[in-house]
């Protein structure tokens, strides 16, 4: 699974690497750098849309809530459970099987977190230590995500507030180091696949999958990090420090 990532690029760098053709700053949702993703946290995300006025599929910038709420829940809740989407079954089950055929999204990260168990020894206990997974040459990785938009019934269509937007990132099978550290780990969209991936007019699902490839094309660095990431409240680039530095 992905339960934390790091995403920390300046929206407008985002602009430009994803040649985003209208970024949305709303305000109070605009997510700052953050070393210590959560579930629940808002996120950038690029995805394409079309836009009401023109009709013209417009490239955006946007923040996101991480947790898919389907179009189907009674609650926002349910998106606390949906952080992370299987590829081996995305395009199937009915959490995601519609957004995978119209909501596709990149979700740029620096790269994220797993975990390994310490098993206990004489003088300590038994811990989980946080590795950060990256890919070697330091590029932004463009995680494969889905999104969907959910309405609040209790609020009036025309109060911003009663339209939810949520995504979920997908996972497969673990491979290079991240394979050393934990089973399963995000997927990455090549850069010569985005388009096809964003493309919302793109709804073969067999064409749609064969997109869906180890991130970094599998050339990951996992290094052992500050314990300090186990707690989401921690946030900071001290975070990626080795263990035991200031004492984590």
């Not at 507030?161 to 180091?177: H, L, V």
């Not at 073969?204 to 990090?225: C, K, Q, W």
């Amino acid at each position: 699974m992905c339960g934390r990532y790091v995403s920390t690029r300046r929206p407008e760098d985002l602009v430009d690497l994803f040649q985003v053709d209208q970024w949305h700053q709303e305000e109070a949702q605009a997510p700052e750098p953050n070393y210590n993703v959560a579930p629940t946290d808002d996120v950038w995300a690029v995805l394409e849309a079309v836009d009401r006025e023109t009709g013209v599929v417009e490239r955006q910038l946007r923040p996101l809530r991480w947790g898919l709420v389907p179009f189907w829940a009674k609650s926002p809740d349910t998106g606390a459970k949906m952080i992370n989407a299987r590829v081996e079954t995305v395009h199937e089950k009915p959490a995601y099987r519609r957004a995978f055929a119209k909501r596709r999204c990149l979700l740029p990260a620096d790269g994220f977190y797993e975990w390994q168990s310490v098993p206990a020894t004489e003088t300590e206990k038994a811990y989980k230590q946080p590795y950060f997974i990256t890919p070697e040459d330091g590029e932004v990785m463009a995680l494969a995500g889905l999104y969907e938009i959910w309405r609040d019934p209790d609020r009036d269509k025309d109060d911003p507030r009663a339209w939810w937007r949520t995504c979920t990132i997908i996972t497969t099978e673990a491979t290079d180091a991240a394979g050393r550290v934990h089973p399963r780990m995000p997927l990455g969209i090549d850069p010569a696949d985005q388009a096809a991936w964003l493309d919302p007019a793109h709804e073969d699902p067999d064409e749609l999958r064969a997109l869906l490839t180890s991130p970094a094309g599998g050339h990951l660095d996992a290094r052992a990090v500050s314990t300090a990431v186990n707690n989401v409240r921690n946030n900071g680039p001290e975070l990626l420090e080795s263990p035991g530095t200031n004492g984590s």
